[in-house]
């Protein structure tokens, strides 16, 4: 059964859709000996070439989604002109298709990334119509009140249109003593349905505050667990893919009994290794 090009391209890890479209719209790819068009449709079985090299499409290939820890000081690119480390250097190597960021977080940023080889489903997990929730731990230095909280959670006006918290809950200290070293540096757990540039801190600093921590937690469904240390990665397991499937209304894949039990016996290994380190 044929399916629209950039589906195909997207499907297999070469991208999102949005991006491949431009692809074929600038002649970049070609099918069977003829240049595409947008629109053209394909099969896997067809030769199709970008920039004049075959394309290894393997349909059949369960989908992977990675989790990995960002630490502060990495950029979110595959490469850096400034030569800094990219969150890509960590991550295993691919036979077929790429690894697709799902979003980025800035350099000071730490936190939970999402990696796929599907790219439809990176697409739409980023694509704001989904409103797929990103949770952020942030800590302030400034004074915070509920008035500044209701105008950021009513909205606010940012150069590139009106932006809001779906939530802002105050994380209280646990001992008086750490209440009087953080009163001028609070927590505070955030929840938003965007992924704008540094709409986290933005949102903030429009209130006169300064963002001195930030660390996302969880995207969509997935949060991260207290056991993937920072610069660690691990594989999301077949429930856990499908329930990002679901949260972008995409059809789920089907996941064969030997890629199942394949996982379970790497998750095993990485609980096995996770405990061994943690004796160090």
Known sequence: MSEKLQKILATA???????LEKWISNGRVSVNGSIAK???RALSSDRILVDGRPIKINLDN????????KPEGQVSTSSDPEGRP???DQLPKLSVGRWIAVGRLDINTSGLLLFTTHGELANRLMHPSYEVKREYMVRIHGEVDEVMILRLTEGVILEDGVSSFQT???QHARTSGDQERL???????VILAEGKTREVRRLWESQGVEVNRLKRISYGPIQLPSFVRSSE???LDPKQVVSLFNEVSLRPPQFSERNVLKDIRERKERKLRARGSSYR
């Not at 890890?13 to 991006?19: A, K, P």
């Not at 369960?62 to 820890?69: D, K, T």
């Open 38 to 40: 947008l629109g053209d």
């Open 233 to 235: 990665f691990i594989e």
């Open 62 to 69: 369960s989908p992977r989604v990675l989790m990995y820890n």
């Open 86 to 88: 990219t969150v890509f």
């Open 168 to 170: 802002v809950k105050a």
């Open 13 to 19: 890890g070469l991208g999102s859709r949005r991006e």
């Open 183 to 189: 009163s001028s540096n609070r927590w505070f757990r």
